[in-house]
C-alpha cells in the first residue's frame, strides 16, 4: 500500500491569525508558522520550503515533529473522500483550510514537486534557469488556495541545460533520464549492441555474430543467428547482477544505418515488411528470459517501419524517434510527415508501451535561430492522444542553445499538461525575465516564427542559419529582429540584460555565418580596398563582440560535436589569415559535368569561382557531388598565361564525405583539345571523423589557355570499413583557383 505523504503547516503561536483568505507565514521578520514533517520524506521537503522562506525573509520556520495545541495529521484533511492509493504517480494537492495548509502527494518525487509548486505560486519563486527570481520580504502571506493536479505523462524527460540540476527535474515536475547525471530506471539506454557484444572482443574468432553486407562486417550484429542471441542474454544476465535496481534495459541497434542482409535476416524482414521484424523476434526473445525487466529496443531509422506480424512483447517497450521530421509545422500537419505518422500510429496499434524520443533543437548549430516553439504543444499533443505516455524530449543537453530558457520551461510544463495555455507562460516568462523589455522580445519571437510560417521554408535539426538566407533570415529581417532585441535592452532594467543578450546571440551568430555565404560586399567577409581585398573591420569587430559575450554568457559550445567558440574563433583566423583571392578563374563562366547535387546549392555553379572559400562547413559555400565524379570546365574568355590550378575538396567521414581518389587538371586553346599538365592523388585513406580539407595543386610552365578543365574521381561507394559501406560516397569541392 502507497502511504500519503505530505507536509502540515500549522500556527505556532498563540496570536490571533489573519483572515482565513490570506494566510501569514512570516511578519516582520519572525515566523509565524511551524512546519509539521515527521518522517524522513517531509523532513526533506521542508528543508526545500524552508529554502526559499528563508531566502526570501531571511527567517526559518520551525520544523516540529508534535505540534501544541494541534494535531499531528498522517493523512489529507478529515473531508477528502477520495482513496490515495488511486491516485496517478506523483499527483498532488494543495489546499487551506481555515489555518492550517495541506501540501500532500502519493510519492516523494510528487510531494517534493508539489512543494515547489507551492513556492512559485503561493511564495512567488520562479525558477528559468538554475537561480531563482524573486524579491525579498521581511512578510511573507498566502492566499487561501487549493491545487489539485496530476501528470499527462509517466515519463518527462528533457535533456537541456537547466536539467542537469536536480532541484529543476523536480521543480518542473520531471522525470525519467533528463540528463547524463541521471540515470533513474535505465540499465543500459540505446544503441547497445556495441556493448552486449563488443566487437573488439567476438569480431575477430566469431565474424558470424556480425551483420552481413558483402562480407561481416562491426556495424551490427546478425540478429537470426541464435549464438547472438544467447550472448546477448548473457551479457545482460551480468549486467543484472551488478544492477539489480534498473528496470529498463535496451537492446538496441548501433547508431549506423546498416543491418544484416544474410539470408534468414532477409528472409524475415520480407515477411515482416520492414528491418525491424527481425530486430522485434530478437528483442522478444531477450524478453522472455527477463520477465521482470522491461526490455526496451529503437524503431529508428530502418527500424521505424513496424512489422507486419509480430507485436511487441508485454515487457517490450518501443523508443520510437522522431529524428527525420520538419520542425516548420507540427508532426500532424506537415505533408512530408506522412510516412512518419503512417509509422508511429501503426506502432500505436502494436503496444501502449511507448517512448517516443523527439528532438527540440538544431544540433548542427547549438546558438542559431531556431524558431520552433509553434509546434512544441502540437506535437506533444499529438504524442498523447495516440496513448503514449512515455516522452523523452532530447535538446543541447549541457549547452545553451537559442531560447533554451523558455523553451525548457515550455516543454516540462507541456509534458505535464499538454493543454496547458501556453500564451500566458511565454508572457509569464517574458515579464519575469525581460522586465520591461517583455513585449519588445515577445514580438520578436512571433515575427520570426511569423516570417518562417509564411516563406514556408524549411526548419530542420541540422540545418544552419545561411540555408534561410533569402526567406525568414534574409539580411533585411535580421535587422529587424536585431531591432527588437536593441529596444529591449534600452527598456529593459539593466539586471535583466544578460537574459536579453542571451538571446541576440543567435542574431550575431547568423550574421557571421552569412558573412562566410557573401563573401563580399557589405554582408561578406572581405571588402575591395583600392584593388586589394581585405577583411571588414566591422565583421572583426561583430567576431570580437560575439566571443566576449559568449564568455561573459558562459555560452561556450557551438553543436552536438562539442565545437567551441575557441575553436570557431580559430577558424574565422585562418578564414582572415587566407584572404580573398583574386584570381584569373573568378567570375568566369563554369560548365559542370555532371551538375552539382540540389541537396546542397550553396551560390550555385558560382560557389565554385566567387573568390570564398568553404573552410569548415560543408553547407555553404561548397558544391557537392553524391556518388558520381565531377568535370568543370573554365573559360577565361580569352586566351591567357596559366602557370597553376589549385582545388580544395573536404573530407568528412561522418558525413559519408571523402576525398576524391585523384584530381586531373588539363589545359586548352580552343575548349576541343585539352592537355593533362598533372594528376594528383588524394592522401592515403584511413578511418577519421574529423572535418579536414586537403588542396589538389597542380603547378607548371607557363602555358597559354582560354579553357581549363579540372576533373576529380569520387570514390563512388563508402569504404568497405565505413558505416555507409556500399551507399554513394560524397566528394565536395569549393573554390577552382587559378594564377
Known sequence: MIHFIFVLLSICTCSMVNAASVLTLVKDGNAVYSIHAVTENQKQAAVILNKYVTAISGTTLPVVSIAKDLQIVFTPPPDVKFNVDQMKTDAFCIEMQQEVVYIYSNSKQGLQHAVYVFIERCLHVNKFATKPLFEKRKTITVDSTKITDEPAYTTRSLYYTGTNDAEYITWHGLNGKSADSVKDQWGMWVHTFKNLIP???YFDTHPEYYALNGVRRRSQLCLSNEAVL?????????????????LYWSVSQNDNFEYCTCSQCKTIDSIEGSQSGTMLRFVNKVAAAFPQKIISTLAYQYTRKPPAITKPAKNVNIMFCSIECGRHLPIEDDPQAASFRSDFEGWCKLTDNIM?????????NYVSPFPNIHVLQPNIQYFYEHGVRHIFEQASGSNWSDN?????????????NPYVDVDSLIERYATLQYGAGADDMITYMVDMEQQLNQSKAPLDIYSNPVTPNNSWLKPNQLSEYESYVEAALATAHPSKHQAIKKQKLPLQYARLEQAKFYGTGNLGVFENNNGKWVVRQQLQNDLKQFMSDCEQLHVIHLNENNYSIYDYNKAWQRIFDAGLDGHKAMLADIKLTPGFSLKYPAKGIETLNDGSKGFDDYSFNWLGWEGSSMQAIINLKQVDTVQSIAVDFMQFQKSWIFYPESVSFYVSVDGVNYQLLATKAAPTLMADNNFKAHTFKAEFKKQPAQYLKVEAKNLGQCPVWHIGAGHPSWIFCDEIIVH
Open 230 to 246: 544467447q550472448t546477448v542474454i548473457e551479457s545482460l544476465r551480468l549486467m543484472m547482477r551488478k544492477d539489480t535496481a534498473s
Open 356 to 364: 517516443v524520443w523527439d528532438y527540440v533543437v538544431q544540433f548542427s
Open 199 to 201: 566487437d573488439s572482443v
Open 404 to 416: 533554451m530558457e523558455l523553451k525548457s520551461y515550455l516543454i516540462a510544463a507541456l509534458l505535464w
